[in-house]
């Protein structure tokens, strides 16, 4: 799987836009992108993903760049809820063994 | 309510005696897996199951075995436990018949072994 890199932490005002930016430039053509989030220590849920173009769901939006090196999570409107660990990974579907591979991922704050 | 849940969610113990953690869900899922979550090391995965009477190995797999006799269940079985099997645990479930292959984690075993 390609390596991702975030920033280790980010601060967000309630009511904002939080923008989570990934790194991923080594990404292959078969690889999505997956957001999953980790609210202390509970189980990590999973956001959302993609593989070209972008997406939304309920929960978030991901704005793939044309090259696939890079992508942001953006939470739309922010609470004090979404304070968590927000991992962005890499993987081909359905591989074998099926293992998420967590990094430290970017500690998002969200601030009233 | 569909949910992946984990028993007991807490549980302190001493080195040696068995013990067990069970996971079930109710998405009918073909995949399940564990994985265990430590202070700088992330989550690391022990072992996973393809289906019914199929596990392997994750990456951390010694000291610890589990079966998956059925769909929905697939308990964690630490045969002897040790101080370095202390840790935050979790099982996960997802559709492999699913083009999203989202996994769908449980709340968490808090395991202290003295």
């Known amino acids: 799987d390609a390596k991702t890199t975030q920033p280790t932490s980010m601060d967000c005002a309630e009511g904002r836009a939080a923008n989570l930016p990934c790194n991923h430039s080594t990404i292959s053509g078969n690889e999505y992108v997956y957001w999953y989030r980790q609210i202390h220590s509970q189980g990590p849920q999973y956001i959302i993903h993609?593989?070209?173009n972008n997406e939304t769901n309920e929960m978030a939006s991901l704005i793939i760049t044309e090259d696939r090196k890079s992508s942001t999570l953006i939470l739309p409107h922010a609470t004090l809820r979404d304070t968590a660990v927000y991992y962005c990974?890499?993987?081909?579907?359905?591989?074998?063994?099926?293992?998420?591979?967590f990094g430290a991922g970017t500690i998002l704050r969200v601030k009233s | 309510e569909a949910q992946v849940t984990q028993n007991p969610r807490y549980l302190i113990t001493v080195t040696g005696k068995k013990l067990t953690v069970t996971c079930s869900q109710n998405m009918n899922h073909e995949y399940m897996s564990w994985y265990r979550q430590d202070p700088g090391l992330g989550l690391r995965q022990i072992y996973y199951?393809?289906?019914?009477?199929?596990?392997d190995k994750g990456d951390v797999p010694e000291g610890y075995k589990v079966s998956r006799k059925e769909k929905r269940n697939f308990p964690l079985i630490l045969e002897l436990p040790s101080p370095n099997q202390t840790s935050l645990y979790f099982c996960a479930s997802s559709d492999r018949g699913s083009s999203t292959d989202t996994q769908y984690f449980g709340p968490g075993t808090r395991l202290t072994v003295l």
């Open positions: 990974i890499v993987r081909v579907p359905m591989e074998y063994g099926n293992k998420l591979v």
């Open positions: 199951s393809m289906n019914v009477e199929v596990t």
């Open positions: 993609g593989l070209k």
